[in-house]
């Protein structure tokens, strides 16, 4: 098992950029590929990002491709997600969680971190 922390969020214009961190305790972190989700106000979550175990291989959702970069430090055990030009859109709750390779679905979820955009 895994247990995630998520921080960094908070508020931001509309242009400007934040860095989301996401840290990682219990089981080797490496082994898990990691996903970044969000959730806005009256929505379903949805996908954001993924990173493979080692962060040679990384996915994006076209509403953030180009803007949104994901990453991970497997020595700190940490995810991070990097996020530029944000837009008013982007305002949402962010969630990190793992998948474990043996799995087909993200089985570890963090509690989640605020992002608001203004315009």
């Known amino acids: 098992q895994v247990q995630l922390v998520e921080s960094g969020g908070g508020l931001m214009q509309a242009g400007g950029s934040l860095r989301l961190s996401c840290a990682a305790s219990?089981?080797?972190?490496?082994?898990?590929?990691m996903g970044w989700f969000r959730q806005g106000p009256g929505e379903d979550r949805d996908y954001v990002a993924y990173?493979?175990?080692?962060?040679?291989?990384?996915i994006y959702a076209d509403s953030v491709k180009g803007r949104f970069v994901i990453s991970r430090d497997n020595a700190k055990s940490t995810l991070y997600l990097q996020m530029n030009s944000l837009k008013p859109e982007d305002t949402a709750v962010y969630y990190c969680?793992?998948?474990?390779?043996?799995?087909?679905?993200?089985?570890?979820w963090g509690q989640g971190t605020q992002v608001t955009v203004s315009s």
């Open positions: 969680a793992a998948r474990g390779p043996a799995s087909y679905k993200y089985d570890f």
């Open positions: 219990g089981d080797t972190f490496s082994t898990y590929y």
């Open positions: 990173i493979s175990g080692s962060g040679a291989h990384t």
